[in-house]
T-cell receptor
């Protein structure tokens, strides 16, 4: 099974770009990478998903190198409301389990 | 559309007791998965159900079990509770995770279980 590793915490300031990297050395061919955001007292919320190269949506970008052993979530111009815990998920689809990282606590300061 | 509903929101039990948690998925979602969340371990996958069948199971002891009903609602049960079972239990629903498709997980707010 893939194991994921993320930094425990990160600090940033409003307006900066934040990059959070997740390592998943044993990722399988069928696995996708998904990132979730969690605020206190709430369940995680979907941010972005990808398989390889780069994916961008209205809130974030996801960079996955060719070997797929890591992925980087990029949050452009963060605000105070982006203070949350960010989880990467390796999803094996119907044939596999859902392996979450332990989460990265992002603190955005004014 | 109503979101994923988990009941109860909070629960206090004593060691040795058993507990049943309930999850109502988003209408139309047929996959339900369960997770244990603790400060030290993050989100850990418990099991996943689709069409009343357990499809995948995480690395938890047999004291943790679950089931899914024909209306896709799901319950999880923990028997012979231990202090270490104190955690936030989250469920998520999605369209079925089939083959090459990876569907978004929609999480409930969880049930906070405290074992005394």
């Amino acid at each position: 099974l893939a194991k994921t590793t993320q930094p425990i915490s990160m600090d940033s300031y409003e307006g900066q770009e934040v990059n959070i990297t997740c390592s998943h050395n044993n990722i399988a061919t069928n696995d996708y990478i998904t990132w979730y955001q969690q605020f206190p007292s709430q369940g995680p919320r979907f941010i972005i998903q990808g398989y390889k190269t780069k994916v961008t949506n209205e809130v974030a970008s996801l960079f996955i190198p060719a070997d797929r052993k890591s992925s980087t979530l990029s949050l452009p111009r963060v605000s105070l409301s982006d203070t949350a815990v960010y989880y990467c998920l390796v999803d094996g689809g119907s044939q596999g389990n859902l392996i979450f990282g332990k989460g990265t606590k992002l603190s955005v300061k004014p | 559309k109503a979101g994923v509903t988990q009941t109860p929101r909070y629960l206090i039990k004593t060691r040795g007791q058993q507990v049943t948690l309930s999850c109502s998925p988003i209408s139309g979602h047929r996959s339900v998965s369960w997770y244990q969340q603790t400060p030290g371990q993050g989100l850990q996958f418990l099991f996943e159900y689709f069409s009343e069948t357990q499809r995948n199971k995480g690395n938890f002891p047999g004291r943790f079990s679950g089931r899914q009903f024909s209306n896709s609602r799901s319950e999880m049960n923990v028997s012979t509770l231990e202090l270490g079972d104190s955690a936030l239990y989250l469920c998520a629903s999605s369209w079925p995770r089939t083959g090459t498709r990876r569907e978004k997980l929609f999480f409930g707010s969880g049930t906070q279980l405290s074992v005394l």
